[in-house]
């Protein structure tokens, strides 16, 4: 048997060339071929949207002719010209199907567009766990929304149980071969020398080296990269149960929309040219006592020399804003934070996206119509979402690692801090629970959850500038955690996230104490008179907390089919999930330029 080093080029490359493909000749038989294509064909029927299909290391073509014959659209891509070679000779002229080389381990684009289905047989592990997410990454963006990856792989658990190092194998047509293998526990890799000796000429040594997983590990693996796992299979078989002695087990995956597309900021969408948008209340500030303005222009230096010094500070002495802002959060909220457990962060969105990291691959709970980034960050990581319809259900909670609930939420819900505190008492040792307050602006003083984070010891409460303030481009928001928290928040957070002058300014408009006591007047007042004009057009609706400034339409169908005539572009909440009826929000028309428009809207 041959030794010495590897190739320095990928394995890959060369292996897969005559000798390889007169070594699996006795095993690819036509009746195994047939088998597979059945099953492929099957699972596509029924899983996939279209009838467009990557065959991704299509080697000969066997899977890709067959499904060929059976009405997909199939091309073939392989890196393996000798595999492409006897590909294009056996079925180059067949209906529907077409051949490319190209070597998919690369950074180069892929000469193939959008497509409704992936299969990838045998082919995972040319490469280290990072190329397998880089693959895997690459597949689910060339699918069409809802598109499949049917993946076939070898199981570890069965390779491990008839492991063979060293073989030698003969062969009626092409001589034999053999094989000098280890199985490396330290990488999860199979690697060794494959030779073959022909009847006649030389001999022939390949080098190979391939990445083996445990079936749930290639679970986690597609997750972390934007599938749910809908099917498992063994021996190409769907009704055959995967086991420890299965040697192959084939997943079928549905590609989900990950982050940016499927974050609630990207997927936002307003009526084209509206009368009045009703989304949020950009005229909120207007009612505020002192001004975003006067603050603005108390606090701004005077000299552009000074100016330029807080522009240009890095904040490398306080890098996470704790120390800076322990006093004005502590007196804010009536308890006093060490600074260790403040993190300010570019607004509560990127908090956000830092916390879901808390999750840690582990299941991630969330309401209905929460806010749905974080746990769409934790899915793109690799967590399942469940959707909580009561936080009640503690056997339900206690399964997740990640809580996440929005304080208000989205129907205006507002959960009391003491069964705040309860439920992380009693999820303590399970799961840490994320409070995004982002809303809570609006309530008044005293109403933070930030206090409960002194109580409990798996608490973070977030909370931002854009909602009240109308400041969402300052970029700054801050997350409080209980003590047992700061090292876990610290280790994942962005140091020196908000600029220097946007913290000094978030710090003067939170040391300015309730600003927000005439804008809860106006939403006081001006509530009841949207409520009744929406009720003489049959719109009933709900307000929750009274001193939010929007309204939720009980019913979302005729909410959105009368504004809609009306011209008034309105918030829809689709429910995480699915399952129930989008949620319908109106914000109030505040000023009173604003409230006359929509009451001429309402009444035309």
Not at 333 to 344: K, Y
Not at 364 to 372: D, M, N, R, W, Y
Request: charged share 20%; glycine share 10%.
């Amino acid at each position: 048997m041959p030794g010495g080093d590897p190739p320095a080029e990928p394995w890959y490359r060369t292996y897969f060339g005559p000798s390889f493909w007169a070594l699996v000749e006795q095993e690819y038989t036509a009746e195994r071929t047939a088998v597979e294509v059945r099953y492929l064909q099957k699972v596509l029927e029924e899983y996939a949207p279209g009838r467009r299909v990557l065959d991704l290391g299509c080697g000969t073509g066997r899977h890709s002719s067959g499904l060929a014959s059976h009405g997909f659209q199939v091309t073939g891509l392989d890196v393996s010209p000798s595999a492409l070679e006897r590909a294009q000779a056996q079925h180059g002229g067949e209906h529907g199907l077409s051949f490319l080389q190209h070597d998919v381990m690369t950074a180069q684009p892929w000469p193939v567009g959008e497509v409704d289905a992936v299969i990838f047989v045998q082919g995972l592990g040319w490469g280290a766990d990072a190329d397998q997410r880089r693959l895997l990454r690459r597949i689910h963006r060339c699918l069409a929304p809802g598109g499949v990856l049917v993946l076939d792989l070898s199981n570890l658990a069965s390779i491990l149980r008839n492991f063979l190092a060293t073989g030698h194998f003969p062969s009626d047509r092409h001589g034999s071969f053999a094989i000098r293998r280890d199985y490396l526990p330290a990488t999860g890799r199979i690697e060794g020398w494959f030779e073959h000796l022909p009847a006649e000429g030389s001999a022939t040594s390949l080098w190979q080296s391939v990445r083996v997983y445990l079936v749930e590990q290639v679970i986690s693996l597609v997750k972390q990269c934007g599938f749910a796992v809908e099917a498992t299979h063994a021996e190409f078989d769907r009704n055959q149960q995967v086991t420890m002695d299965s040697r192959y087990v084939q997943l079928v995956c549905r590609a989900v929309a990950v982050p940016p597309d499927s974050l609630a900021l990207v997927r936002s969408t307003r009526a084209p040219g509206p009368e009045l948008d009703l989304h949020w209340t950009p005229d909120e500030a207007e009612f505020l006592c002192p001004t975003t303005q006067e603050l603005w222009r108390q606090w701004w230096p005077a000299s552009v020399t000074e100016q330029l010094e807080l522009v240009g500070d890095y904040g490398l002495h306080d890098p996470y804003g704790g120390h800076r802002g322990a006093g004005v959060l502590s007196a804010a909220h009536g308890v006093s934070l060490d600074a260790d457990c403040i993190t300010f962060g570019a607004g509560a969105t990127q908090l956000l996206a830092v916390l879901s990291t808390l999750a840690d691959g582990g299941r991630v709970a969330t309401a209905p119509f929460g806010h749905p980034d974080l746990a769409e960050w934790a899915r793109a990581s690799g967590s399942d979402v469940l959707v909580a319809d009561s936080w009640a259900d503690l056997d339900a909670l206690r399964a997740c690692s990640l809580i996440v609930l929005d304080r208000p939420g989205s129907a205006g819900e507002v959960l009391d801090t003491d069964e705040l505190a309860r439920l992380c008492a009693r999820l303590a040792g399970t799961a840490v629970v994320v409070v995004d307050e982002s809303y809570a602006n609006y309530l008044g003083p005293n109403a933070s959850a930030a206090p409960v984070t002194a109580e409990v010891d798996n608490l973070v409460v977030v909370r931002g500038f854009s909602k009240g303030y109308c400041l969402g481009g300052l970029r700054a928001g801050y997350a409080v955690c209980s003590p047992a928290l700061a090292q876990e928040v610290r280790a994942r957070a962005v140091p020196m996230a908000v600029a220097t002058a946007s913290l000094e300014f978030a710090l003067r408009l939170i040391g300015a104490g309730d600003i927000f006591g005439p804008l809860r007047d106006r939403i006081a007042e001006v509530g009841p008179v949207v409520r009744t004009a929406l009720q003489r057009l049959g719109v009933a609706t709900s307000s929750g907390h009274p001193a939010l400034p929007w309204l939720v339409a009980q019913d979302a169908a005729v909410a959105s089919r009368v504004l809609g005539r009306a011209g008034i572009s309105h918030k829809s909440f689709r429910p995480a999930g699915g399952g129930r009826a989008d949620l319908v929000r109106l914000a109030l028309p505040l000023s009173e330029a604003r409230l006359q428009r929509f009451l001429q809207a309402v009444q035309a």
